[in-house]
């Protein structure tokens, strides 16, 4: 970790030559999928049928009304769960950490039950009701990782293992609660709940991503002024502090940020495994550990797999479409295999 703090020969912004070709490249794949998402599904569209200014009313309503906020979303969350997987790992200096491993997005998913039990009048008729899941889930998801780090405080570098003990745990009890509420749910309650313990896009309004999208992106632009101190707190808290970070301060902003990103992103798509732990080591194994190229990597690569995986669920089995949280497990469980694996010979 040393190599990350001398600046390389040919360094930028955001990493050396390499790493932002990588990220140029990373941003074609994006955009790439962003219009192959758009383009395809039980409707078919072509290029050109995007940019006519002559579309029929039903092309209109698919592109504006149903494709585009879904595309957005998924391209959002995506970004939002590989930046906060890369923030998590590096502050917490474990190669496992990530907002659905430690509880974070359970914790999100528990404030958005919560709310959608406990209030469900005020939801759907209240004219505010439409931003309380997102305002619960980032409640839920900040209330989790406060108690990670007040549990893990005072165990030093093996609080690292205590956090992934820690979050099991909580995992297992806010999977008690959700079956407690699951049970105690109504018809109608018990269908919103499905939709977040499977995970989806589907249904996104323009009225609900707007703001959700102001939530995410501020979080995401506040997080990567972070890099260099991620760098630096590799060496271990008491090193960086003597380097000049402000490791409490650090701690604070994570915190804050990476609870606003992961709870407005599961308050709209719900549970949605793995893609916070598999994204940031397919960056790393791209362009290096840098948190530089590191941050801005990993939401380029978490939104385009995100959208790509949602494109999936989308065309695998028309006019029907698989849960998102399905297509992402399914890609992301054998990676976790691989990588304890790798690091049980000691190659990480």
Not at 280 to 288: D, E, S, V, Y
């Given at each position: 970790?040393?190599k ?16 932002l070709?990588?990220l ?7 955009v790439?999928?962003f219009?192959?998402?758009i383009?395809?599904?039980?409707y ?5 049928e995007?940019?006519s200014a ?11 009304d ?5 595309v ?7 970004a ?5 997987g890369a923030?998590?790992q590096g ?7 990530d ?12 404030g958005?039950a ?13 004219s505010f ?14 209330l989790?990782?406060?108690?990670l780090?007040t ?5 030093g ?9 820690v979050?099991i745990?909580?995992?297992?009890i ?11 749910s109504t ?5 919103t709940?499905?939709?977040w313990t499977?995970g989806?896009?589907g249904?996104?309004t323009w009225l609900?991503?707007i ?11 506040l997080?990567?002024p972070?890099?260099r ?7 271990g808290e ?8 402000d ?5 604070i902003?994570v ?19 793995f ?16 948190h ?11 939104a ?13 089995i028309q ?12 890609i ?9 694996f790798?690091?049980?010979k000691?190659?990480?």
């Amino acid at each position: 970790m040393i190599k990350t703090l001398i600046p390389e020969q040919g360094s930028y912004l955001f990493g050396t030559r390499k790493q932002l070709s990588i990220l140029f490249f990373l941003t074609t794949v994006c955009v790439v999928a962003f219009f192959l998402a758009i383009l395809n599904g039980s409707y078919q569209i072509s290029l050109t049928e995007i940019f006519s200014a002559e579309q029929e009313s039903i092309q209109k309503v698919i592109i504006n009304d149903i494709r585009l906020p879904r595309v957005l979303l998924s391209l959002l969350v995506g970004a939002s769960l590989g930046m906060c997987g890369a923030v998590l790992q590096g502050l917490f200096r474990n190669p496992l950490a990530d907002p659905g491993l430690i509880g974070v997005s359970a914790g999100a998913a528990l404030g958005a039950a919560i709310a959608i039990v406990v209030t469900p009048k005020f939801i759907s008729e209240s004219s505010f009701g439409l931003f309380l899941l997102p305002i619960a889930g980032v409640l839920g998801a900040s209330l989790v990782i406060g108690l990670l780090f007040t549990l893990t405080k005072g165990f030093g570098y093996q609080g690292t293992t205590y956090l992934l003990l820690v979050g099991i745990a909580i995992n297992a009890i806010v999977g008690v609660a959700i079956g407690v509420l699951t049970y105690i749910s109504t018809d109608s309650e018990l269908r919103t709940l499905t939709f977040w313990t499977m995970g989806s896009f589907g249904g996104i309004t323009w009225l609900l991503l707007i703001p959700a999208s102001f939530v995410i992106i501020t979080s995401l632009l506040l997080l990567i002024p972070s890099s260099r101190n991620l760098d630096l707190i590799q060496l271990g808290e008491a090193e960086a502090s003597r380097l000049g970070v402000d490791v409490k301060k650090l701690k604070i902003r994570v915190i804050l940020c990476c609870a606003s990103c992961v709870g407005a992103s599961v308050a709209l798509s719900g549970m949605i495994g793995f893609v916070g732990l598999v994204v940031p080591h397919l960056a790393r194994l791209l362009g290096g550990v840098s948190h530089r190229y590191l941050l801005p990597g990993a939401a380029l690569l978490g939104a385009s797999i995100m959208v790509s995986a949602d494109l999936i669920a989308r065309i695998i089995i028309q006019p029907a479409e698989l849960p998102i949280g399905l297509i992402t497990s399914a890609i992301g469980s054998p990676f976790f295999l691989w990588l304890i694996f790798r690091m049980k010979k000691n190659d990480y």
